[in-house]
């Protein structure tokens, strides 16, 4: 029963504190992509923020579980608690154990959304809503205005629905000045027109009756996913293993609230740059 009951306030605290962080990281991916996230549908972009916020809040769980049990071991030392629960003969250990024993399904379910999810795959979902975003803003693009979207500026003299009439369209790449343009499935085809490139200082024109542009060029190439970077991740939902050893052995050391703080908060600050450091090794 003290078992259930201890548990419970540690699982409790650490949803609480994962969600804190998954929200403060959600308010600042919405700052980065408000005008896509509220210009493109709701069915687009409500399966993007779902699975955002699964990957972030999976990814933020393991170090809340480490302070949620680093926190509510301390509290129960500080109020004399724990010298209670030893006089009932349970040893201050058998709360790490038993509490690890009731994580495991939890520590289950996190490697199997790390073995399926990963960064790579949440990026490659905000860019394909960027690609959505941007074909919207083609086929609406006011006529007889220049316009900058991002990385591109667009001139339209008509425009028809996906048909685009005397265009000029500037991108990292060069400048196409064309009579007419599709946009279709993430492409931008344009039909008797010029492409001018900069090459060493200078200016290279190449007339074209067909030139394709993929609207892949303009938001970035693709990153391939590694399957190491799914090894980074299951050692994340394996960490509270070590996390919560490391706070059994943290509050025996320390007397005061204001040490506590800092060494759980120096602590999980660590562990982030570990993942970080894997991350790039990898």
Known sequence: MIFSWFFWRVFRLALIISLLFTFLFLIFQIIRLDQILFQLPLRDSLPFLLLWFL??????????????????????KESKKLHVIQSFGIRPINLYTRSIFMLLPVIFALSFVFSKL????????RRHLTLKYYAIL???VPSKSFHTFGQFTLYVERRDGNILEGIFFKFNEGVVVAKKARVEAGTLTFEDGSLLTQREGKTFATDFKVYKLSLNRIVGDDKKTSS????IGIFNALSPLILMAVAYRLIWFIEHHHSFYYAVGLTSVLYQLVLLLLKQKL
């Open 228 to 231: 190491r970077e799914h090894l």
């Open 55 to 76: 990957f972030y809040f999976s990814y933020m769980l393991p170090t809340a579980l480490f302070i949620a049990f680093a926190f509510q071991l301390f509290e129960l």
């Open 118 to 125: 990963n960064e790579e795959d949440i990026g490659f979902v």
């Open 138 to 140: 083609l086929t609406s």
